[in-house]
């Protein structure tokens, strides 16, 4: 049954998901951007957004234009002077308030992240929880951003505070809608900022959603402001032309790249967070079956389109090939599917493009002479839906799928012969996202850890991240940190402020008014 929204050009073809979006957007506008409380359709380009469970459209509306900016400038820069006039502590409240509202609604939030964003439900409530909890973080330190004292070698009083530097530009993808939208927000907020979230224009449902739950906790409206486009169009004109003073992206690294020069056209900073090759390391001792689980675990959850998934599995060669033989027959078992489907684990890629991405990656394997471990066939371009199934090659480092990010639930296992040809494979990639190491010697651990090139890395465990640790890359998966105290840095301008206090300063130059 296909429902159409009242407004032309905005086609709703998921009932189930028009009756979740009734509950937080007007239907008059349909898929809208959200900028200083109201909803403005788009007048540019139609987007249309298909589900990857059979490639059938799911809704379709307009891009935004550059005729939002006026708009947006006005909505953040009253917003945020509201915002930055309230006492800390009632900033801190009112985003407390933003995750006890993202709480409650959150079964209907997740519900539309399965549908519209082809993220397993059950991955979904996970998430959601923890956009809640990272509004609930940083609640908490809003009236903890303490400025500092610094005993200078003269009669001043030398203090430093942290201010906010306005309103911030975030630009988030689509593997992890509402949690990455989360992610930047929270900080941004907390340190007095205003916000205008440019969400993939896959995926931009659940960022709205979020907007209007900010505002309904009590934040300002145009503190948040959610714009529904292209990057191409309405992200780069953002870039170029709206009043802001620093860019965050998250994204590919072909993509950061062109948005931090234009950013740094304009003088504007940027915290980038990119790509990652990242390696999960298997030493002979490791404990089997937490080790086996956690390979699965890091490179197929959220079928493998997730930036620190484990795509390089470097295991010792003297259990190589029955790792990779265990590995292959517990993968089997996952089951491939619809993602609004509660038992589904891994679903489909998230869009067309990127499925092509993934089997010419995979095309290319097989030129380069990897093997697929185990019995899986490659779905060819033209099958029903965007589905891979959980894939293993084995092979070398030096091969292009090993290089190069895949983006899905495919993993290139490759052996090493001891410890030191494991950091030395580890850290051959331009890439520093992430890794970890897996072994029952406490000294070898710390050693590789302490040696390997990546801004996240974990001992006997994998994909454990929390709002309040520090979060970035090294190298060619970018800078900047997004989350823990850092980010409220990321997010401050710092001022240095100097006090004379002696009763007859020493002046080095200069003539008093009554000079005689």
């Known amino acids: 049954m296909k429902v159409y929204f009242p407004v032309e050009n905005n086609l709703m073809n998921n009932e189930r998901l028009q009756q979740l979006l009734a509950n937080y957007l007007p239907a008059e506008y349909g898929v809208a951007s959200l900028v200083g409380g109201q909803f403005i359709r788009g007048n540019g380009e139609i987007i249309r957004v298909r589900k990857a469970h059979d490639g059938s459209e799911l809704y379709s509306y307009r891009d935004a234009d550059e005729t939002l900016i006026p708009q947006l400038a006005d909505a953040t820069k009253n917003a945020g002077t509201a915002w930055w006039a309230l006492t800390a502590q009632a900033r801190g409240r009112i985003m407390y308030q933003i995750g006890a509202e993202v709480r409650k609604e959150a079964a209907n939030i997740a519900e539309i992240e399965a549908i519209a964003s082809n993220k397993p439900v059950r991955d979904a409530i996970g998430e959601v929880q923890k956009v809640a909890e990272m509004f609930e973080y940083y609640a908490g330190w809003t009236d903890k951003l303490h400025g500092e004292v610094i005993p200078v070698p003269t009669t001043h009083l030398n203090y430093v505070t942290y201010e906010p530097l306005g309103t911030v530009l975030q630009i988030t993808p689509w593997n992890a809608p509402v949690f990455t939208a989360g992610w930047q927000i929270a900080p941004a907020i907390a340190a007095g900022n205003a916000v205008i979230l440019k969400p993939s224009e896959l995926t931009c449902l659940t960022s709205l959603v979020l907007g209007v739950l900010i505002e309904k906790a009590g934040a300002p409206k145009g503190l948040v402001n959610i714009v529904a486009g292209y990057g191409h169009t309405i992200g780069q004109s953002l870039i170029a032309k709206a009043p802001i003073r620093k860019v965050v992206f998250v994204g590919s690294p072909a993509t950061g790249r062109h948005i931090a020069v234009a950013a740094a056209q304009r003088c504007i900073p940027a915290v980038l967070e990119l790509g990652g090759k990242s390696a999960n390391i298997i030493f002979d001792d490791a404990d089997w079956d937490k080790a086996l ?76 002479g990897a093997v697929v471990a185990g019995e899986f066939t490659v779905p060819v371009p033209d099958s029903e839906g965007f589905y891979i199934n959980p894939t293993i090659l084995t092979g070398h480092n030096d091969m292009y799928v090993a290089q190069e990010e895949i983006f899905g639930p495919v993993v290139v296992a490759i052996p090493f012969k001891d410890e030191a040809d494991a950091i030395r494979i580890a850290n051959e990639s331009r890439f520093g996202l992430a890794g970890a190491v897996w072994t029952k010697d406490v000294g070898r651990a710390h050693r590789v850890a302490k040696q390997i090139k990546a801004g996240t890395f974990w001992i006997n465990g994998y994909k454990t991240i929390n709002v309040s640790s520090p979060f970035g890359g090294y190298g060619e998966s970018g800078y900047g940190r997004s ?3 850092e980010a409220l840095r990321e997010y401050s ?20 008014a009554q000079e005689k």
């Open 293 to 368: 689980r956690g390979a699965q675990g890091a490179i197929f959850g959220g079928a493998g389109q997730s930036c620190v998934s484990g795509s390089r599995l470097l295991i010792q060669e003297n259990i190589y090939h029955m790792f990779v033989a265990d590995m292959a027959t517990a993968s089997a078992k996952f089951k491939v599917g619809n993602p609004e489907d509660s038992e589904t684990q891994i679903g489909p890629i998230n869009n067309e493009k990127q499925y092509k991405h993934v089997c010419n990656m995979l095309n290319k394997a097989k030129n380069e």
């Open 483 to 485: 989350s823990g105290l």
């Open 493 to 512: 301008e710092v001022k240095s402020v100097w006090v004379e206090t002696a009763e007859n300063p020493l002046v080095n130059f200069g003539y008093g």
